[in-house]
DNA sequence: TCTTCAATTGTAAGCGCATACATTAAGAGA
DNA sequence: TCTCTTAATGTATGCGCTTACAATTGAAGA
């Protein structure tokens, strides 16, 4: 690890100036072929590496753009890795009930939309997870390093978001479109379940239904309970008529509040605000022997992995989430082209996808 | 996006110099507690947010590491995000096989080690996917932007590496330890599979078995097809008493595989290289209605998320793939505080996980 | 009160690059 | 061959920050 040649370096050894050598490698068109082959010549024998510090400071955007995701530092320990030689392998039960792991897909997807985006327009892509502790000087970090920045709703406070958006493009990614300054990309929430509430209660003809939303501070979740009463409405069933419980979007919450509904009811159908939720009512339903979606049908929302390998399968709505990634990104850029654009929002296409929880009639 | 504020503006604005300004940020200890406070003061009233470039440039470092991962480009389209409203919503059919996405979740893990492990460490974390093996995506992209890179092993050519590694450490990540300069971060591949092979050779007292290895050029295949052979050694059987195949660690390669040893064997077990090729076997054995682990006991290797939702569940070993990313991160921080280390390796311990596929005796 | 020395703060010099502007080389035209 | 125009290259500056070193301050000791 030598000091590292700069562009004087590459200069000298080329015999030009550090302009052409900066020409060559940022506007090869305006530096004659000879030249360029000599300074790419020197590049490589030098294994010169530009600076993305330098450039960024010199040209004033460093073409980075952040994403930053919910945390989840509970479930790592905090203990250092140790290099432990593995050459005892221990056998053990796997006892789990594979209810972990689930919203991790849904991240890992928009990563992926937001680092080919990102990539295709020429910039690099940072992560960070919000950790409770520390979020603001994370945020303020990581706002100092990029050009644009995408959150997750709810994982940054609107104060901070606020703070940030003063330097850097901020967008939002799957709240709802509120009525602030800062851009959105999100799916369409409330068509997508109106649609879904409306092929059981039309399709299936089914009256008796339950609804679990989920928590109120959620955004998406307003939308999707919108679409439910759209569909309602749309069905000429009056709210009163159908039972909507609150849930947490969480696997363990949604077997709680199935068990509360079983508990007094048996409706025909229990539509919920998410996966997550759907999969522990499917677990509670299946314990007690109801089957479904002979006695029950059952729809989720997301349309989550961990979906499509429950039994049975979970008819959902499905987000398109590599595309809410990659929209992200490219709000930013836009924004970045053009920084007086009006706020914009996003909202992206969804797709029911009918298995067998609640399958085709 | 009014032009942001710099050190000068906060440094004006609270009446000091920018070095104090610098001070209260890099290090508050050694400025008089008054001092700070009107800095800090100031700094919350401009909005200022310091450059990582700036900072970078100056200090020589900028607290990046990078995190490179296999591509994936041909999964989405080229086609410009379009913002269309999602007012229609089509209902379609699932009848995917969710043979996708299993990889996935192996990167996945891996990101939210390196992430905590970074952010624990002060770093930032800058993510890219390997595309091709063009030289300038590395270069211009990554390798200028970090103080280190973690890449996972076969994503790019190792001509590029060598040629990054004259500039900042290069851990190769679960590809094997090789002779060469880098420093690796692996898990106990061979042990692990020989723990593996001895239970069924030995616990189920199978004698009749067949192996799946991967690609030739996969290091991490290597080690396990040792681990297997040491167990054949362990057990006094030959190698010639067994059959071994190579496929390509995929599940179709999985599926044709099976179908090419039940062409003209039935063994009583098949050990794969790693899951997905197990859970291609296990889709040829439903379909041709031969029991799991009744008839034929399966094993793979990985533990990816997707055995755990199989029927049977797969039987397999699991690789602590968060720690794999922790590890990498601590491979290059500690490298960076001591350029003159020694070419390290990092081996972290397996689990073999007993599930259905191939039970508890 | 006058020193002395440590604690604070200020001054100034880059870090490596992009780029406006100045300079020079190279063709084009006569 | 000489001038004019354009292409190619060089010169010089500054991006915003860190940090060695200088200057100043202030409290303790004489």
Redesign the interface.
Known sequence: ??K?PTVYDVAERSGVSIATVSRVLRSPAAVREHTRERVLAAVTEL?Y?????????AARR?N?IGLFFPG??E??PDQ??D????????????D?D?SS?TE??Y???V???A???A?RRGF??????G?GSSREA?V??????VDGLAVLARTVPDELLT??A????VVILAGAQRADDFDHVS??NG??M???AN?VLQDHGVRDVVYIAGPTDSPDDAERLSGFRDALADSGLAESSVRILRSDFTRDGGRATAARILATDRPRAILCSNDETALGVLDVLEQRGIRVPDDVLVTGFDGI??G???RP?LTT?HQPM??LG??AV?AITARLDD?NLEP????????????ESCP?V
Chains 1, 2 share one sequence.
């Open positions: 690890m030598a590292a294994g590496v530009p600076s993305a510090a330098a450039r960024g400071l460093t980075v989840h530092d479930t790592v250092p890795v290099s432990a030689r593995g050459d005892t392998v221990p056998i053990v039960d796997d789990s594979a792991d991790n897909l991240f890992d997807e990563l992926r939309g680092e080919i985006e990539w690099a892509l940072m992560v960070a997870a950790r994370l303020t970090d990581i706002a100092g390093r703070y940030v003063r330097r850097i493009p799916a369409s068509p997508g109106r649609t879904l092929y992995s961990a499509r390998h429950s399968r709505v590599v595309e990659r929209a490219h920084p914009q929002s996003f909202t992206l296409p969804v797709e029911v996808v009918l298995r085709r």
